[in-house]
């Protein structure tokens, strides 16, 4: 699970980085993980949050939400992992 994270972090953080993005990781709940960062859409302002859940040691979920100039956040990506043997 936790080479897992690791992969999903990189492959968030990495891009961010690349395009001079400011990122935030906070734990809002137990066995919760939680990042925003800032971007644009089609020349607007956005924001980006993506949430990883451990519902268990061997399994997670995961949100993507958008938010264009100020508007409602709405779920972009949703998606299951589970260790495998």
């Known amino acids: 699970m936790k080479r ?4 999903v972090l990189l492959g968030l953080a990495v891009p961010c980085l ?3 993005q400011a990122q935030t990781v906070q ?3 137990p066995n919760t993980w939680h990042w925003e960062w800032d971007g644009m ?3 607007k302002p956005a924001k980006y ?4 859940v451990e519902v268990s040691p ?3 979920t995961t949100k ?3 938010s264009v100039a100020g508007g409602p ?3 972009t990506a949703e998606g299951k992992s589970a260790k495998v043997k």
């Open 4 to 7: 897992l994270l690791v992969i």
């Open 18 to 20: 690349a395009f001079g």
């Open 27 to 29: 734990p809002p709940k």
């Open 41 to 43: 859409v089609t020349g």
């Open 49 to 52: 949050r993506f949430t990883i």
């Open 58 to 60: 061997t399994a997670n």
């Open 64 to 66: 993507v939400e958008l």
């Open 73 to 75: 956040w709405t779920v």
